[in-house]
């Protein structure tokens, strides 16, 4: 089945590089995502890498994908005040054509000034 | 562009009760999911809908029952609300077949007293 783990809590000081790291099972999973969560919001979709790709880059953003470790990770560069929030790993999984997302437990990420 | 809507915001019910939630996907989207978020906890898969039909279904009772319309949008009904109902509730969509953009609404916050 699928499980994906996750540190619990991440404290960086604010111009510092974070670098938040997450492990999952389902080998098969096509789409690795990255969410963010703030206080009492829903989930924004900060970036998903497909399965074929290593890397990917977006903005202060970069997502390392190891497929033999079943490892991936976010970095954010330049981590401001504003990125203190909650990020989840998701690994998604296929059951014909439908799909369903499984979740880490979070981690949250403290930015100090 | 409105992205995922969600309908209410919160609400408070008591045990025993009913409840409808509401869900409007992002537009060009036709594939809603729903999600139970509890405090402190990763999002769990509650059940998928495409083409007004349940795909799949996660690891919750019969009490948890879904609807999708022509126009795409979804609704999550709970009967019997049991204390342990309390939970974000996540509504998902995306475009059939995948192509990676998975996005969320703020969620409906639901309080079982």
């Known amino acids: 089945g699928e499980d994906v783990e996750q540190s619990l809590f991440l404290s960086v000081r604010e111009g510092d590089s974070s670098v938040i790291n997450c492990t999952y099972t389902?080998?098969?999973?096509?789409?690795l995502y990255w969410y963010k969560q703030e206080p009492g919001a829903g989930l924004q979709l900060l970036t998903y890498?497909?399965?074929?790709?290593d890397m990917k880059q977006d903005q202060r953003l970069t997502v390392l994908l190891n497929k033999k470790d079943k490892h991936l990770s976010l970095r954010i560069a330049d981590t401001q005040t504003g990125d203190s929030a909650i990020y989840f790993c998701?690994?998604?999984?296929?059951?014909?054509?439908?799909?369903?997302?499984?979740f880490g437990t979070g981690t949250r990420l403290q930015v100090t000034l | 562009d409105a992205g995922v809507t969600q309908s209410p915001t919160h609400l408070i019910k008591t045990r025993g009760q009913q409840v409808t939630l509401r869900c409007s996907p992002k537009?060009?989207?036709?594939?809603v999911s729903w999600y139970q978020q509890a405090l402190g906890q990763g999002p769990q898969f509650i059940f998928q809908?495409?083409?007004?039909?349940?795909?799949q279904r996660g690891n919750f009772p019969d009490r948890f029952s879904g609807h999708q319309f022509p126009n795409y949008s979804s609704e999550l009904n709970v009967n019997a609300l049991l204390l342990g109902d309390s939970a974000l509730y996540l509504c998902?969509?995306?475009?059939?077949?995948?192509?990676?953009?998975?996005?969320f609404g703020e969620g409906s916050r639901l309080t079982v007293l």
């Open positions: 998902a969509s995306r475009r059939a077949p995948n192509t990676g953009e998975l996005f």
């Open positions: 389902d080998s098969s999973s096509t789409y």
């Open positions: 890498i497909f399965s074929n790709m």
């Open positions: 998701a690994e998604i999984a296929y059951t014909g054509t439908a799909s369903k997302l499984t």
């Open positions: 537009s060009g989207h036709d594939t």
């Open positions: 809908y495409y083409e007004e039909e349940e795909r």
